[in-house]
């Protein structure tokens, strides 16, 4: 996929002539343009990469893509890139999707791509609501949230969606943010890289249905004390001046004061340690909470797994060894005939 | 005591046991063994819903229907000559379905005590001893005895011994209707190539069958049927499943497209999932998707790369699909949808046969949302009637609804199979980049046909989105227009309505141009349609016959065709379908005879209704 001049190609080729319809402010806009930027980096010829989505105001983004694209039906984004990705491996496939769309309708096709391992890249923007039908809680929001459909409190505890993509074997696992541009540029190279179903969740900020859930990670007052931004082979640091550290006490994580630790004695993270990544995942801790954890951001867990795809064709490589190519007329025929003359 | 050889035209044997008892095979085997004979033949398997009822009881009773002749066979039979039983409960099941002086041959040991106790015989009644089969010709073999006397010193327990009773049944009807043995000794010698013991054992078994014909001093009559004078040709054996996978393969190939079949398990469609993945040396990609959804939106994104996407599913999966065949509508890519049609509505009857989808498939969608629609008449029709689903849907780009149900699905019959070069070819147009500097590429942009180009990823300066919202006439970008989306439904409407330029016009099956009485009939009904009205022509009936393959749309002749009858009549298996979709379409007062019990007509019906509206 390397041999074109794709390098001429900047962010303004995988911009479509259609207008961007997201409300001002919206988090989704950042992560086009970032996405829009990586493009050019990947060095795939812009023929061959593919944006699926399925329904919400996330699932707008093919349209919005110089790219092939398909806008398809509500929680089946994972499903369509499936036939698509079996059947053309060779092509970048991108499926774009939120809370609502890959969690709630669609979470039985998410848990099955993710167990296939099919090589794609999933986009999961999580806003915590349903901007689209204008305000309803999602399977993010969390319990007692106020809104247009839960004006007592949601009763709903919410998935904590990592979790569930370990759960289901993902074999790529990340978070970002739409504030933090030069990380989520990062994580979304790394995820075209992984060979494998990678899942990047990404918090996005719905200016008019949830302002501001994900602000206390977001906002440069609070980032730093309350964000742990994970590194390959590095120690789990952070805290407003980097004073802190998380240091494992059996299998229970605990906030340790740099001063009183050794920098060795802390967590060095593993981006390939399935134990740790089990633990990683479960840092969800209310922010409001004394004593959480930090929310941690960066690549939880990465893991080599045959792809579906891949395992397809030897199957197919295979039978036609053994059987010999395809022979129409054999197949019609089939063991036992008889002429009538 | 031996009696005579006995000509006959034709035969319905109908084999039923324990489904433990090995009736399907058994079955199978004497269709394969009348079919190289030079029999016609038409075959029904009845089974169980349960997988595992209880052993002895009457859900537990499976049944396989044969009807094998020296002249052409349509149907399995309305009415059996022949019952064979393994136990009481088969016997008490299909009773019913014996005509008077019918032959039964019974297995004694399936009627002791505690067989009786399970078929639900009263305390102390055996039919086999109370005379209540006075009416018929009775003959008891102890199978069960005989097959371990044929196995005693192999070294087999009882109970592998036990699980060859059907060879006996096979071996002793073989040798009723003269037939050879040596296609089952066959078929036994490959089933068993890595237990060559068992082949030997059941061999064994099988000719004991055979040789109790000749020895036994109870009289039977042995039947000759001779070969029947079909059409010259190849033939082989097929059912319907079989010949929708093939019919695929073969559309896959004509086309020079990837298969990708995705589907969810269900009956009676997961046939065509065994059959076609045993064919991945043709490059088939079967995916067993999660659920239904998955299995449609898959092969849509199938399509869209430029493949042959193929789902399919019953009733139950077709109602899940809906949504997304609605999308694949408003894409307008390529997409076969197999409905292999079971009783409903909600899981209804998963073994038994109906055609009451027809509907759902017409309508079954938000929106005005037109898919062609065509109907298999018979187990070996389904093969070229699919290839037709896929052709339609490559040249046209439309999702296209191919209908079979589960009579055909698991019937068998005898089949002239083509020969693959003179299978017509499909084309596919994939859309090349022939834009001129500055100029876009409009996706939805239309030919003579309203037939949209296929621009698959990979085609380097064709990059387009499609989606399910509205889309702008030639662009394909989202459009809430008013006038557009009009444009745009009615454009969709007739660009399926077109289809009729490209399909051939509706022909009779049988009778007169024109006079008294049609019969028009579509799918499964065709066997039993067949025969009755060849018989009220043969006794100088004014009748004529005409099955439907294309339902949406129809051929073009099709209202000129009804019109030169004074009276049409519509058999279905369902409350009157089709017949609603003529009366809309040509304001014709065609009459209904419908069967709605989950079994197909028998022509002794069909006759007794087509010379009603004669009269
Ligand atoms: S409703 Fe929310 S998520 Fe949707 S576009 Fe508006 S701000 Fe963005």
Redesign the pocket.
Same mark, same amino acid.
């Given at each position: 996929m390397s041999t074109t001049d794709t390098t001429k190609l900047t962010a303004k080729d995988f911009t479509s002539d259609q207008e961007v319809r997201?409300?001002p402010?919206?988090?989704?806009y950042s992560i086009l343009k970032q996405v829009q930027t990586v493009m050019p980096e990947l060095g795939i010829p812009r023929e061959n990469i593919v944006f699926i989505s399925g329904i919400g #105001?996330s699932s707008r983004f093919p349209y919005y893509m110089e790219t092939y694209g398909m806008h398809s039906i509500h929680g089946r984004a994972t499903a369509v890139a499936s036939g698509l990705k079996a059947t053309r491996p060779e092509l970048s496939v991108w499926i774009v999707t939120g809370d609502g769309d890959a969690l709630s309708i669609g979470g039985n096709h998410l848990i099955h791509l993710l167990r296939r391992n099919f090589d794609v890249n999933v986009l999961l923007f999580n806003?915590q609501i349903y901007?689209?039908t204008k305000g309803q809680y999602s399977p993010t929001s969390p319990e007692g949230q106020v809104t247009k459909s839960t004006p007592a409190g949601s009763l709903d505890h919410p998935f904590n969606p990592l979790a569930l993509v370990l759960g289901a074997s993902g074999t790529f696992i990340a978070r970002s943010m739409d504030r933090d541009p030069v990380h989520l540029r990062e994580i979304l190279k790394r995820a075209d890289r992984h060979k494998g179903t990678s899942l990047v969740e990404i918090y996005?900020n #719905?200016?008019?249905?949830n302002d501001g859930v994900f602000e206390v990670f977001t906002e440069k007052t609070s980032k730093k004390a309350e964000t742990l931004f994970l590194e390959h082979g590095k120690p789990l640091v952070f805290g407003e001046k980097g004073e802190k550290g998380i240091r494992l006490d059996g299998f229970t994580p605990r906030v340790v004061e740099l001063a009183d630790t050794s920098l060795n004695d802390l967590w060095i993270h593993d981006e390939r340690d399935l134990g740790k990544a089990t633990l990683l995942v479960r840092f969800f801790d209310d922010p409001a909470k004394v004593d959480h954890l930090p929310r941690p951001f960066g690549i939880f867990y990465e893991e080599d797994r045959a792809c579906y795809e891949d395992l397809m064709e030897a199957q197919i490589t295979e039978a036609i060894t053994q059987k010999g190519e395809s022979d129409l007329d054999a197949l019609l025929r089939g063991k036992n005939t008889w002429t009538i003359a | 005591m031996k009696t005579e050889n006995e000509i006959k035209q034709d035969v319905v044997i109908l084999f039923a046991g324990d489904s433990g008892d090995g009736i399907q095979l058994t079955g199978t085997q004497f269709t394969n063994t009348a079919a190289m004979y030079g029999n016609d033949i038409s075959t029904f398997p009845n089974f169980p819903a349960e997988i595992r009822a209880p052993q002895g009881t009457l859900p537990g009773v499976s049944g396989f229907q044969l009807h094998f002749g020296s002249v052409e066979i349509f149907t399995p039979g309305d009415i059996a000559d022949v019952l064979v039983v393994m136990n009481a409960a088969a016997l008490k099941a299909n009773i019913k379905q014996l005509k008077p002086g019918g032959t039964i041959i019974a297995n004694t040991d399936g009627f002791d005590p505690k067989n009786l106790k399970l078929a639900k015989y009263p305390e102390g009644v055996n039919p086999l001893k109370d005379g209540s089969l006075e009416q018929f010709r009775l003959i008891e073999v102890d199978v069960t005895k005989l097959t371990r006397n044929a196995l005693s010193g192999s070294g087999l327990g009882t109970k592998e011994t036990d699980r060859s009773k059907n060879m006996f049944v096979l071996g002793l009807v073989c040798w009723m209707y003269n037939r050879s043995l040596d296609p089952t000794i066959e078929f036994l010698k490959e089933q068993f190539r890595k237990r060559p013991e068992l082949s030997e054992t059941n061999e064994k078994v099988l000719r004991a069958g055979y040789a109790y014909g000749d020895t036994t001093e109870t009289p039977m009559t042995r039947y000759e049927v001779k070969a029947a004078q079909l059409e010259p040709g190849n033939y082989r054996g097929i059912m319907g499943n079989q010949a929708t996978a093939m019919g695929l393969i073969a559309a896959a190939k004509k086309s020079g497209l990837t298969l990708f079949y995705g589907t969810y398990p269900i009956t009676p469609a997961s046939d065509i999932l065994h059959e076609l993945s045993k064919h991945k040396n043709f490059g088939v990609k079967t995916f067993q998707a999660e659920d239904e959804i998955a299995a449609v939106t898959a092969s849509i994104g199938a399509s869209f790369g430029g493949n042959l996407g193929v789902t399919a599913s019953s009733g139950p999966g077709i109602a899940l699909k809906g949504e997304a065949i609605g999308l694949a509508v408003m894409l307008e890519l390529p997409l076969v949808i197999c409905n292999i049609q079971r009783g409903g509505p909600s899981t209804g009857l998963p073994t038994k046969t109906e055609q009451a989808d027809l509907l759902q498939v017409m309508y079954g969608r938000n929106g005005e949302c037109p898919v062609p629609v065509v109907a298999a008449k018979s187990p070996g029709d389904c093969f070229e009637t699919v290839f037709e689903a896929a052709r339609i849907a490559v040249e046209h780009m439309t999702p296209v609804f191919f209908l079979s149900d589960g009579y055909i699905a698991n019937g068998a019959e005898p089949w002239k199979y083509p020969v693959a070069a003179d299978l017509p070819a499909i084309n596919v147009r994939f859309a090349k980049n022939e834009l001129k500097e500055g100029e876009k590429f409009l996706p939805y942009k239309r030919d003579e046909r309203l037939v949209r180009a296929w621009a698959i990823p990979g085609t380097k300066g064709l990059e387009h989105r499609v989606g399910g919202i509205e889309k702008e006439a030639e662009t394909g970008n989202v459009s809430y227009d008013p006038d557009n989306h009009e444009l745009m439904v009615k454009t969709r409407a007739a660009k399926v309505a077109n289809i009729a330029d490209s399909i051939s016009l509706q022909a009779l099956d049988n009778g007169p141009q024109k006079g008294k009485l049609l019969v028009l009939g579509w799918g499964s009904t065709y066997g039993a349609i067949k025969t009755a009205v060849r018989e009220v022509i043969a006794e100088g009936g004014d009748v004529a016959h005409a099955h439907l393959r294309y339902i949406n749309p129809f051929p073009k002749n099709l209202g000129e065709l009804l019109n030169s009858y004074e009276k049409v009549l519509i058999p279905e298996m369902n409350n009157g379908q089709l017949i609603r979709l003529i009366r809309d379409q040509y304001l014709v007062d065609a009459k209904p005879f419908n069967k709605i019990k989950g079994i197909p007509f028998t022509s002794g019906e069909l006759k007794t209704k087509i010379y009603e509206l004669l009269k």
């Open positions: 997201w409300c402010g919206c988090g989704d #105001c806003n901007g689209l996005q #719905c200016n008019v249905f | -």
